[in-house]
Nanobody, 125 residues
Framework: VQVVESGGGLVQTGGSLRLSCEVQ????????IGWFRQAPGKEREGVAS??????????ADSVKGRFAISRTNGQDTVTAYLQMNNLDADDTAVYYC????WGFGQLSAPDYQTWGQGTQVTVTS
């Protein structure tokens, strides 16, 4: 299993970005995909996640109503998207995508076994 993120960048306050996460070589081994972020000097926090069995989603309180997670299936891949709207400076962070084999799908980083390298999101005023 490999996880590859893309779509980060620089955006102004109030703007939008869409992050993509391709999970490759999944076989039958992936139950959930999550997005996490880590800002400088802060701990990594869960942002949004989705289970692959029933598409149940979870969101951090700080992003509810602004961010939306979705996913599409490919041949032996799953791509998860994080649509981020109405961004502000507090959203500036490195965003990581991760895959969970067991499908709990919640926002606890230790539940996820395979991580991408991260993509930087910077929100400017």
């Amino acid at each position: 299993v490999q996880v590859v993120e893309s779509g980060g960048g620089l955006v102004q306050t109030g703007g939008s970005l869409r992050l993509s996460c391709e999970v490759q070589d999944i076989g039958i081994d992936i139950g959930a995909i999550g997005w996490f972020r880590q800002a400088p000097g802060k701990e990594r926090e869960g942002v949004a996640s989705i289970t692959l069995s029933i598409d149940k989603t979870y969101y951090a309180d700080s992003v509810k109503g602004r961010f939306a997670i979705s996913r599409t299936n490919g041949q032996d891949t799953v791509t998860a998207y994080l649509q981020m709207n109405n961004l502000d400076a507090d959203d500036t962070a490195v965003y990581y995508c991760a895959a969970d084999k067991w499908g709990f799908g919640q926002l606890s980083a230790p539940d996820y076994q395979t991580w991408g390298q991260g993509t930087q999101v910077t929100v400017t005023s």
